[in-house]
Nanobody, 123 residues
Framework: QVQLLESGGGSVQAGGSLRLSCAAS????????MGWFRQAPGKEREFVVV????????YYADSVKGRFTISRDNVKNTMYLQMNSLKAEDTAVYYC????????????????WGQGTQVTVSS
């Protein structure tokens, strides 16, 4: 079992920045690929970014590439999402998730999820 807890969400104006954190507890954090997903009102949950177990490999959705940066600290058991140049369309609940599956693009491959943190970007 892995417990995940997101923090760092909030309200920001377009063009601003936020840094999300995902703190993990339970089984060794370094066992898992870690991802961020988001869900906007009335829309399906969508993939944002995935990070390999060591943090050496990452893959971003086209919509956030160049603006968002994922990182992880396997000593602190924490993952981060630095979000810059935020847009109104980035408004969503952001979820972190842990996966043992090498395919990190699909939400169904993630076994553990946090409760989500709200990000609201006003234009």
């Amino acid at each position: 079992q892995v417990q995940l807890l997101e923090s760092g969400g909030g309200s920001v104006q377009a063009g601003g920045s936020l840094r999300l954190s995902c703190a993990a507890s339970g089984r060794p954090f370094s066992m898992y690929s870690m991802g961020w997903f988001r869900q906007a009102p009335g829309k399906e949950r969508e993939f944002v970014v995935v990070c390999s177990r060591t943090g050496g490999n990452t893959y971003y959705a086209d919509s956030v590439k160049g603006r968002f940066t994922i990182s992880r600290d396997n000593v602190k058991n924490t993952m981060y999402l630095q979000m810059n140049s935020l847009k109104a369309e980035d408004t969503a609940v952001y979820y972190c998730a842990a996966s043992l599956n090498p395919d990190g693009l699909r939400s169904e491959n993630y076994a553990y999820w946090g409760q989500g943190t709200q990000v609201t970007v006003s234009s």
